[in-house]
């Protein structure tokens, strides 16, 4: 009587291991989204073969889309799997299917080892450069325009889907990725962070930073939180240009 | 899982990295410029063999002051070269997803880098084939002092030139206008969505004229009749009415 | 010189600040967290930030008052001297998070903007859209990784948090964690160990609480004689959208900007919400509560929906706690400020909330209870002693519980955005308390202890991975979830309490058959969710024993049959009279309860005690939010019941 979803779901034991794969059968709820079938299949991990398996391994933690912890591979797209309804899904195929990252080592089934993406963030030094923690008063105003257009790229959960839809983030390429970018152009931008803004611009002119970037604009197009990254891009590219003229210049 | 040091000491590749990519991008534009020039030239044949002619004859000018040689390896082969060279570097380094991420920005990626590799197949057969580089190698057919008839010549010499320039030119164009638009970027010139879409229409547009000369000047080529004339006489008797 | 670092478990708000704070006066800490810090629960925090400023002094408002509606609002039930002090240093906090570059949102001339929370009356909550959890543990992730990037910290992500080392003599000297990406279990000397492990939400099955919130820190502390506190108290939003796998929540921002709450006077009434008209709908916060409207507490609020739902039938959805939550008549740019909240409905649910009115039910959402965590008065200020090592250590030396962990600052009941606020609070203050203690420690910390306790965990692991009963874990904690959401959330009662108690007694058992479906030896989430199961039944015992032995209605524990009776005569001498009797018995409900519960856990057989709260700065009053009466209640109460107030307090 209830309409059942089958779940193609690539595996692999540990990170040297093989993959492979194995599909899975379960009732669709009402509003039931990717996690929920990885938690039912950690219920009841039994394939459609019947045979009973060990639960999949999955990254997640706050379910409505801001920890950026359950990036994967929905039927060949990264995204979200807490925002990934059933029902949109089976829309556009018949059955699902659920892979790992291939960006990032994979660590076992659909968990990734996402490291990378927080040494790139170290590597544009996205911090404000305080100068410590004892209160000196209120800081400058700021105008509502600078925090509308602040606001968007501060929203960045460093999910990995930019990077993971980037052709040009890749093990042949160090390239830090197009959030990472974006975050040091949003520290560029905050009063906060302009002490470090030159010493961001070194960091993108470097091998792998914004020069990197082949413009195929994958990012905006997966980022789940529209952050305008390829804005970001370009205001990297005219920044570190400028920067390096001036730079070459005062030599 | 401590996390692992951030930076290491910066090697030579991370240092010049930047510079390296900047100047491709530069290259890239020098020869979009060669191109242009190069393309609406060849075109002039469809106006007649001497209007041709007398172009070439303005470029060899420089041949007469000595300079022609450099300044040719200043702006046109040094440039292309180092293009064509650190963009194979960069073409090792991407991983195309065209198939999981249809997206016109992801294909016109793709599509640059495969119009990179017709690029450089066809850049080597059209240099061997009219450029006096390939007379070491049996080619360098086109002789300047008589531009149309034996560039018709050249490309009358077998069937198969025809559709291999087409195709090549075709590819020129695409790498070419989508190159500008990508430029534009690299450099931070168009920044917002909106600007980035007006710019890749300019690019189109610019491309679809380019496309047309291109097809026209392989058209003009392939219907002149290379028993017709002597073009070079044509042009000097154009030049001495006109003194 | 391990002995003077400092082990944080814990990579929210709490735990960050706390770290960070550490790392800038040179301690070395090494920071644990079961997933990267940055996804951490406290992203998903919306609404914002409390503390008094420029706007809401010159309306008369003060720290005091801050305190006060805190208190107040808690039901008196928190020590008053850490809400003095967190208080009062509620404004420094927001200028530090605004200098670390929190995009807050702006008023036109470019000031922080405010907005109104639940239980108070002015604009005292600084927001950035409607993710400020999320912006604000950026701030001190971006913190933490300069520290980190400089070395004074080590990081220890997607680590479990399996024990503290205690010595002979019950000091804690460090942890044992283990890696859940290859299970290797590793012991780490310390001269102390903060927690910052947020709350136990899951022990209600679905809550609006992230997957991690397990409460199994706290519970493995607890187990190593950690006292625990307050654990009755769980705050039931009044707003969440539920969903499969979690209850989602919808930030009480959204009636801080004018959305409001409402039934259709028909039960049940099948019409589109934006046909009914205003006539045919039922604004019960704001018939009920003229004063505060829709911005009363949260336990409040939570009750008048379950009083509207249940005893008058109104709900819209038959069988279920649902009203709707209406900014469809806000204008387009209160509605921009929003967004962030918005969004998340319309993807989860489907339906754009800016045209149609949301549904939306109570959930679980917040642990006020927590480890029992000390403090040290200062006589003179009635705040904290500054830099004491004893602030904010449990019972445990060595050991400090700070954030959602610990049971201080919100009493029986939490009011919006002082949740962040506390979090920060706690890590800042604490760290030089915790950097006192580690220099007042100069023994060495032996390796054979280090080497015991790693030793023990293994032992521990092995037995769990190989548990092969035939119970199913993830049935075991559907049931527990099922149980504790039915009986112990809004509306409790002894008979249904003792029911749970002796259910959860019967999961204990239970789990001893259970099975660990995976003999993996990489990112083994079915060990690591047993062992949290083990941890989530120790949790729901404190939880529901406490709140069964707690004979009285105070902030989010409500117990109907222990309401004292509302005056209610319409003569006025009887009415006063009948006041008169309402705080006498309220007098001495407060004498018998006004006490935190502390569990202990004595090698499992969990025994409770009490301990007096430290009213001095606020004396205790009724809370007669929208209570019959309350005019003549208050009257009465100050005329006759009321200790003074201490002097310079106001």
């Known amino acids: 009587m209830s309409k059942r979803v089958k779940v193609n779901i690539k595996r692999q034991d540990s990170p040297d291991s093989g993959s492979y794969w194995q599909t899975f059968e379960l009732p669709v709820e009402d509003g039931m989204n990717v996690t929920t079938i990885l938690l039912r299949i950690a219920a009841t991990p039994t394939t459609t073969d019947g045979e009973k398996v060990a639960p999949v391994a999955y990254d997640a933690c706050c379910l409505e889309e801001v920890c950026g912890a359950c990036s994967m591979r929905i039927n060949g797209k990264v995204r979200q799997a807490c925002s990934a309804l059933v029902e949109n899904l089976l829309k556009e195929q018949p059955e699902i299917t659920l892979e790992p990252m291939t960006k990032f080592p994979n660590v076992r089934d659909l968990v990734v080892d996402r490291r990378r993406i927080f040494e790139s963030l170290k590597r544009v030094k996205a911090w404000a450069p305080i100068d410590g923690y004892t209160p000196r008063g209120e800081p400058d105003r700021m105008s509502p325009s600078d925090q509308e257009d602040a606001y968007p790229l501060s929203r960045c959960m460093s999910c990995g889907c930019c990077m993971e839809a980037c052709p040009q983030f890749n093990d042949k390429d160090d390239f830090i990725g197009p959030h990472a970018v974006s975050q040091a152009i949003l520290f560029n931008t905050l009063p906060a962070g302009k002490p470090l803004e030159s010493e961001r611009l070194d960091a993108l002119a470097e091998a792998g930073g914004i020069a990197a970037c082949g413009n195929a604009q994958n990012c905006v197009k997966v980022c789940p939180k529209d952050i305008p990254l390829t804005v970001s891009i370009a205001k990297a590219g005219r920044a570190t240009t400028i920067h390096s003229i001036k730079r070459f210049l005062a030599r | 899982m401590s996390s692992q040091t951030a930076t290491t000491a910066i090697s030579p590749r991370e240092k010049y990295y930047f510079l390296a990519r900047r100047l491709h991008s530069l290259t890239g534009l020098m020869f979009s410029g060669f191109v242009c020039f190069h393309l609406l030239i060849n075109a002039t044949v469809l106006t007649g063999g001497e209007s041709f002619q007398f172009c070439v004859e303005k470029i060899h000018i420089l041949e007469h002051m000595g300079i022609l040689v450099p300044v040719e390896m200043a702006t046109i082969f040094f440039p292309i070269a180092f293009h064509a060279l650190f963009g194979i570097v960069i073409l090792l380094t991407s991983q195309s997803n065209m198939k999981d991420y249809p997206y016109g920005g992801n294909i016109r990626y793709t599509l640059q880098r495969l119009s990179a590799v017709v690029i450089l197949v066809f850049l080597t057969m059209h240099i061997w084939h009219m450029h006096w580089l390939g007379k070491p190698f049996g080619g360098a057919q086109f002789d300047p002092a008589n531009a149309t008839s034996t560039a018709a010549a050249a490309m009358q010499s077998w069937s198969l030139w025809a559709p291999i320039y087409a195709i090549g030119v075709a590819a020129t164009v695409f790498h070419l206008a989508n190159g500008i638009w990508t430029a534009l970027i690299t450099w931070g010139v168009t920044i917002g969505p909106r600007s980035q879409r007006v710019a890749g229409y300019c690019c189109v547009a610019l491309g679809a004229v380019l496309f047309v000369a291109g097809l026209g000047a392989v058209r003009g080529f392939m219907t002149y009749s290379v028993a017709d004339g002597n073009e070079t006489a044509a042009v000097e008797q154009v030049e001495e009415s006109g003194h | ?650």
Request: negative net charge; glycine residues 10%; contains cysteine.
């Open chain 3, 1 to 650: 010189m391990a002995e003077k670092d400092v082990i944080v478990v814990g990579g929210g708000l709490a735990g960050l600040a706390c770290a960070m704070n550490l790392a800038a006066d040179g301690t070395h800490v090494h920071l644990v967290s079961l997933v990267p810090v940055k996804r951490s629960h406290s992203v998903c925090a919306q609404g914002g930030i409390n503390a008094v400023n420029e706007v809401t002094r010159a309306e008369g408002d003060s720290e005091y008052l801050h305190l006060d509606d805190t208190v107040y609002g808690g039901d008196f039930l928190q020590h008053q001297p850490p809400v003095k002090e967190m208080c009062d240093r509620a404004p420094g906090i927001i200028d530090l998070m605004d200098r670390l570059g929190v995009t807050f949102n702006r008023t036109p001339e470019g000031f922080r903007d405010q907005r109104r929370f639940g239980g108070t009356l002015f604009k005292r909550t600084a927001f950035a859209g409607a993710t400020t959890g999320q912006q604000l543990i950026y701030a001190l992730d971006e913190q933490v990784r300069r520290w980190e990037a400089e070395g004074n910290i080590t990081k220890y992500e997607y680590h479990d948090f399996l024990s503290p080392i205690l010595n002979d003599n019950g000091v804690c000297r460090g942890a044992v964690i283990q890696d859940l990406f290859t299970m290797e279990i590793k012991s780490i000397p310390a001269g102390a160990v903060v927690l910052a492990t947020g709350g136990n939400g899951l022990v209600f099955g679905r809550s609006t609480m992230s997957t991690i919130c397990t409460g199994s820190a706290s519970a493995r502390a607890f187990r190593h004689g950690v006292r625990y506190a307050n654990g009755e108290f769980m705050q039931v939003h009044p707003t969440a959208i539920p969903g499969t796998d979690k209850l989602r929540l919808m930030s009480e921002s959204a009636r801080g900007e004018g959305g409001r709450v409402w039934v259709p006077k028909t039960a049940q009434d099948s019409r589109d919400p934006k046909d009914i008209p205003a006539s045919e709908r039922y604004y019960f916060l704001e018939e009920r509560y003229p004063k505060y409207g829709n911005l009363v507490p949260r336990d409040i609020a939570t009750r008048e929906i379950f009083d509207v739902c249940v005893n008058q039938g109104l709900s819209v959805e038959q069988g279920r706690l649902c009203v709707y939550l209406d900014v469809t008549e806000l204008p387009p740019t209160t509605q921009q400020k929003l967004d962030g909240i918005l969004e998340i409905y319309e993807k989860f649910q489907g339906v754009n909330p800016r045209v149609v009115p949301m549904k939306i039910f109570p959930a679980i959402h917040y642990s006020m209870g927590g480890l029992w965590a000390d403090y040290v008065k200062n006589q003179k200020t009635g705040g904290l002693v500054e830099k004491a090592p004893k602030n904010h250590m449990t019972n445990v030396t060595g050991l400090y519980a700070i954030g959602e962990a610990d049971y201080q600052y919100h009493g029986a009941n939490r009011l919006g955005a002082n949740s962040l606020l506390s979090c920060i609070f706690t890590g800042l203050f604490v760290a030089p308390c915790v950097a006192s203690h580690i220099a007042a420690t100069a023994e060495a910390v032996p390796s054979s202890l280090v080497d015991a306790a790693k030793k023990k965990e293994t032992e521990r692991h092995n037995a769990v991975a190989k548990m092969n009963g035939s119970e199913n874990p993830r049935t075991l904690h559907d049931e527990l979830g099922d149980t504790m959401t039915r009986n112990v959330t809004v509306v409790r009662k002894n008979k249904a309490l003792a029911e749970t108690v002796a259910k959860i007694g019967e999961l204990r058992e239970r789990y001893k058959n259970v099975g660990s479906p995976d003999g993996g030896g990489w990112t083994n989430q079915s060990v690591t969710f047993v062992r949290a199961l083990d941890d989530m039944i120790t949790m729901a015992e404190v939880i529901a024993q406490g709140a069964l032995m707690r004979d009285e209605c105070r902030g989010a524990h409500f117990k109907p049959d222990f309401l004292i009776e509302a005056p209610d005569s319409d003569d006025p001498a009887t009415l006063r009279q009948q006041a008169v009797e309402w705080c006498k018995k309220f007098k001495a409900k407060n004498d018998k309860w006004l006490k935190s519960t502390i569990a202990d856990y004595n090698g499992g057989d969990v025994q409770f005690s009490y301990e007096d709260v430290d009213t001095t700065l606020v004396p205790p009053r009724p809370r007669t939010y929208g209570l019959k009466g309350a005019e003549i209640i208050e009257e009465v109460w100050r005329e006759q019941f009321s200790e003074k107030s201490p002097v310079g307090a106001v």
